[in-house]
DNA sequence: GCGACAG
DNA sequence: ATCTTGTCGC
């Protein structure tokens, strides 16, 4: 796919926060997009030679049936570090080059952290759905910011995250009696639905088939 | 100033 | 993220 540049990624962390605040203004927390949903992404990273090289892998799955279509890898040097609030920085630039070098332009893509739940509201999910102009939804395995009740131990269950009298995401349930996942909009698409999604994303694990799926290619080398 | 902190 | 085997619990 085709991707647009919308700023250069030397930067340092009071020019990304300047960045961050622009770019928050063009994400989008409604709905848009065309249904029915054909193809889903998964995006993972990697980092090999203690961190120096980022390697960041991208799944393209049909749904509902969740099979893979299509797959790339892309490695490239790591140059930002890992701050908690600019992942997207660091991780963003090898995603960008795993998603060129593919053919199928997903409708939907489940990014590996936070997408509205984030200090600046500007995770790595709405960042890469704002550069990228296509549906995104953050998945995040652990907790960044936001206040929740705890979360019912069944499946499907799922309690809003708040942040500053603001719901930012929720905390959801996609496995019982497994730590649930903090989901939150990216961009183009709203709460309840990226909720929706990601549950049909996880028939029978914790995490998403999307990303297990790109987990794997991140890891095998 | 102190504590918290996606991957 | 990454270093790493077996082990405890649903």
């Not at 199928?104 to 936070?114: E, F, K, M, R």
Request: charged share 25%; with cysteine; proline share 7%.
């Amino acid at each position: 796919m085709q991707i647009k540049q919308r700023h250069n990624w030397n930067l340092t962390t009071s020019e990304a926060k300047i960045i961050q605040e622009e770019l928050r203004k063009e994400v989008i927390t409604e709905d848009r997009f065309e249904e029915p949903v054909k193809y889903v992404a998964g995006v993972d990273m990697g980092f090999e030679a203690d961190g120096t090289i980022s390697r960041a892998a991208v799944a393209v799955l049909s749904f509902p049936d969740l099979q893979l279509q299509e797959q790339s890898i892309a490695k490239r040097p790591t140059t930002f570090p890992y701050i908690p609030g600019f992942l997207s920085f660091r991780e963003i630039p090898a995603v960008l080059d795993a998603l060129q070098k593919i053919n199928i332009t997903p409708d939907i893509i489940l990014c590996d952290g936070q997408g509205l739940a984030h200090p600046r509201r500007l995770g790595i999910a709405c960042h890469l759905g704002v550069i990228l102009d296509i549906p995104t939804i953050g998945v995040a395995k652990s907790w960044l910011i936001g206040d929740y009740e705890e979360v019912p131990q069944e499946k499907g269950s799922w309690k809003p995250l708040i942040h500053k009298d603001e719901t930012i995401g929720a905390v959801l349930r996609t496995r019982e009696n497994v730590k649930p996942l903090y989901v939150s909009s990216g961009h183009r698409i709203s709460l309840p639905t990226a909720i929706d999604y990601v549950l049909q994303c996880s028939p029978k694990y914790r995490l998403p088939e999307t990303t297990r799926i790109a987990d794997k290619l991140a890891s095998n080398r």
